[in-house]
């Protein structure tokens, strides 16, 4: 089993949906939680840190469950401008290292 | 603030031929990451400083890999001899800690023919 596994989509969803992409992660030990947008022949850039309380930045939403071993983010209100891989990036609790997930690509459709 | 800085941005070369990737760390962070991107396996962590010793290079795919760190604001990552599998996109990312988040430079695009 993967450390950190997401669903590779594509999402294809038009513009002012809300869609939602889930990342389920394998060590309990996990500590440290991201999320990071990938725009096509870019580098991955941070969209937000993921709290235990679950955050909010604007129409972005991450939350955590470590009962169920997994991390989700929210997107409201989508833009053409969201359209991105989102990579969900977890702490390897115990190599002293972040595992990058393959990433979801979404795609905003007018 | 200059983000992380990578040169060059694209190189091209020949199989056989030594590569050299050159990084800038944002001032300040302590921790320094190299990572090769493909298609095929994603973002692959290749080795990590931390106060420009390396802690972790499980990641490098062979011998003909090497990393180094003179100073806190310098590394290069070198691939000698170069092979036609090594063409991917190369980043360098650093941060204040292991565990907190990473910044990324805009990456080398290297072409191996």
């Known amino acids: 089993r993967k450390e950190v596994e997401q669903d590779p989509g594509p999402f294809n969803v038009p513009e002012g949906a809300t869609v939602a992409f889930n990342c389920t992660y394998s060590?309990?030990?996990?500590?440290?939680f991201f999320w990071y947008r990938q725009d096509c022949r870019k580098e991955p850039k941070l969209l937000m840190s993921?709290?235990?309380s679950g955050n909010e930045d604007g129409r972005f939403t991450a939350q955590l469950n470590r009962a169920s071993q997994y991390i989700s983010l929210l997107i409201r209100d989508s833009k053409l401008s969201d359209s991105a891989t989102y990579l969900c990036?977890?702490?390897?609790?115990?190599?002293?290292?972040?595992?990058f997930g393959a990433g979801t690509r979404l795609a905003v459709h007018p | 603030d200059a983000g992380v800085i990578q040169s060059p941005r694209h190189e091209v070369t020949e199989m056989g031929q030594e590569v050299t990737l050159r990084c800038k760390p944002i001032?300040?962070?302590?921790?320094l990451f190299w990572y090769r991107q493909t298609m095929m396996r994603g973002l692959e962590l290749l080795i990590y400083?931390?106060?420009?010793?390396?802690?972790?290079d499980s990641g490098m795919p062979e011998d003909r890999f090497s990393a180094k760190m003179p100073n806190a604001s310098f590394s290069t990552l070198k691939i000698q001899p170069s092979e036609p599998r090594d063409s991917a996109v190369y980043f360098c990312?650093?941060?204040?800690?292991?565990?907190?988040?990473?910044?990324f430079g805009p990456g080398t695009r290297l072409t191996v023919t």
């Open positions: 993921v709290y235990s």
């Open positions: 990036v977890v702490s390897s609790g115990g190599y002293n290292k972040l595992i």
């Open positions: 400083f931390n106060n420009n010793v390396p802690i972790d």
């Open positions: 001032s300040g962070h302590d921790y």
């Open positions: 060590n309990s030990a996990s500590q440290s």
């Open positions: 990312a650093s941060s204040m800690d292991w565990a907190r988040e990473q910044y």
